[in-house]
């Protein structure tokens, strides 16, 4: 009852701030006109247009890139049974970045197209994120090496981006926002190309969270109650991999959504059923769009990027759970 009471807050604090998305902007419009704009649209009636076309898109992918990226964390930390993992610790963003520099900068790349070396990019870095981990795993705990394979992973990737992107920036000047983590009005027609993929791996995803949860108890207990461990485990990564690589895809590569909403959903409600994975789609989702109305008005008129704040707060977030984690394991 309490888990579903919280749900239901949830959808009504992300249905409140989606609503405050697209009133608020260089021009205040009120949610009478919002709401008219929705259902009855005039393409005559310029706030209408503005809604429609220039403040829906921005809504519908924060939503959707944050509900991803959510998930996709809380699938990782599972499966991995390490709490500071994500796709931004792991350095998956990261490795997805620079091959869609690559493909850029080699191919002429753009827009969906980039999905493809995205997801080896992402997979690259992840494989070099565990060979360093397991290089470490004799000198350091598992949690903390993995963490650090990832950090390695991350700057070698990203400097890997900068080393691409100095060879000619005038190719990159309009995707320095895309770098960092930013969301546009044309976000959505990428987005629109490839949510079949990501909509079948949250579909899978949920499918597996009871077998996931039984994980949790140990493989050799979850393998006596039926549960294929290694299938079940690629299964989960690949989902998981796939969500966070069509938000790099989509807005860049993002970061600690994936992180700190599943520590919120773990506080509120716990880790194990249906209801965490559903409620990280919501946090996920409430995020991002609070990010991108803060990126409106943190520094007005001068819009920031999504991604600047996410990383700001994010960051102190990133800190407050490693003290968490390891307070846990001292006591």
Not at 46 to 65: C, F, K
Not at 145 to 152: E, I, N
């Amino acid at each position: 009852m309490k888990n579903s009471r919280i749900c239901l807050v949830s959808v009504g604090l992300l249905a409140m701030l989606s609503l405050l998305h697209l009133c608020l902007g260089a021009r205040l419009i009120t949610p009478n006109i919002v709401w008219s704009s929705l259902f009855d649209y005039t393409p005559k009636n310029y706030l209408h247009v503005i809604v429609i076309n220039q403040r829906l898109p921005r809504l519908i992918v924060a939503v959707s890139i944050g509900a991803m990226l959510a998930l996709s964390g809380y699938v990782l930390q599972k499966i991995l049974r390490n709490d500071l993992v994500s796709p931004s610790t792991l350095g998956i963003n990261s490795g997805a970045a620079t091959f869609c520099v690559a493909a850029i900068y080699f191919w002429g790349g753009s827009d969906a197209n980039l999905f493809w070396p995205a997801l080896t990019g992402g997979i690259c870095a992840l494989i070099f994120s565990f060979i360093v981990a397991n290089i470490l795993g004799h000198q350091k705990g598992d949690q903390i090496s993995l963490v650090l394979g990832g950090a390695m992973s991350t700057t070698l990737f990203s400097t890997a981006s900068a080393f691409i992107i100095s060879l000619d920036t005038d190719i990159f000047g309009n995707l320095l926002g895309w770098l960092v983590g930013d969301i546009s009005i044309f976000d959505l027609q990428t987005l629109s190309l490839i949510w079949p993929a990501g909509m079948a791996a949250i579909l899978i995803l949920l499918l597996v969270i009871r077998p996931l949860d039984l994980m949790g108890l140990g493989s050799e207990q979850a393998a006596a109650l039926g549960v294929d461990t290694r299938w079940l485990q690629w299964i989960g990564l690949g989902g998981a991999i796939v969500l966070s690589i069509i938000a790099v895809t989509v807005v860049g590569p993002i970061g600690f959504v994936g992180l700190v909403a599943p520590h919120m959903v773990k506080i509120l409600i716990g880790e194990t059923g249906l209801g965490p994975p559903l409620l990280c789609l919501i946090s996920g989702a409430i995020l991002v769009t609070a990010a991108d109305i803060m990126a409106r008005f943190m520094a007005a008129p001068r819009l920031l990027n999504v991604g600047s704040v996410l990383s700001l707060f994010g960051g102190v977030a990133f800190l407050i759970i490693i003290v968490v984690v390891f307070g846990r394991r001292k006591a």
